[in-house]
């Protein structure tokens, strides 16, 4: 594969780790991320969730949650997706802490509050590389159901980037093919860093 790919949403629990792990098992070159202050999971109701910081082991929370209360956990779909989550990797990551990871040439955010606070952060870098990064917004739910259709859809738009000769000169095209094909609309930019 030619680019390097970052999937970023507000926890990095469930939608960009659903499109982490399926561009994974496509063999894209792929990693993924929250924006958030904190880690938020839901808990046994909505003033009650469960708040990690960023870095606390996948398998850490599954544990915990498992001896909370597994069926709750189970039910709501918590216990899985964590499950899911550490087969993919350690822990979830911050955003705004992975300068050390590298530069990546497409961000994709799935709501557009992390769309805003991935450009921010992007344009408060130090730019050592200079690079350009096309930043993608793919609206999506923050439930289950929905992020398993967006990460079907992040890899559609991802397999027509790769298959581009270059995205700088083509994005244009393939966001209203994109857009046209599985009417959504798109947010994008590009920045440098």
């Not at 993924?32 to 990690?52: D, M």
Request: proline content about 4%.
């Amino acid at each position: 594969m030619k680019y390097r790919y970052a999937m970023v949403c507000s926890s990095n629990q469930n939608r960009s780790m659903e499109s982490h792990a399926l561009l994974k098992r496509e063999g894209f070159d792929v990693s993924s991320y929250g924006t958030g202050q904190h880690v938020k999971l839901p808990g046994p109701s909505l003033r009650e969730p469960n708040v990690y910081d960023f870095g606390t082991p996948y398998k850490q929370m599954f544990e915990e949650l498992r001896r909370k209360d597994p069926e709750l956990y189970k039910r709501n779909g918590i216990l899985p997706m964590l499950k899911r989550n550490l087969g993919v990797k350690t822990a979830p990551q911050r955003w705004q802490e992975n300068a050390a990871d590298g530069s990546f040439d497409i961000v994709l955010t799935f709501e557009e509050k992390v769309f805003d606070m991935v450009l921010e952060d992007l344009h408060n870098r130090r730019h050592a590389f200079m690079r350009p990064v096309l930043v993608i917004n793919l609206e999506v739910k923050d439930n289950h159901e929905e992020a398993a259709v967006g990460a079907r859809q992040a890899l559609l738009l991802c397999q027509d980037l790769e298959a581009a000769e270059s995205w700088e000169e083509s994005v244009d095209d393939i966001i209203s093919n994109f857009e046209r094909h599985h009417r959504r609309k798109l947010l994008y930019s590009v920045s440098y860093y």
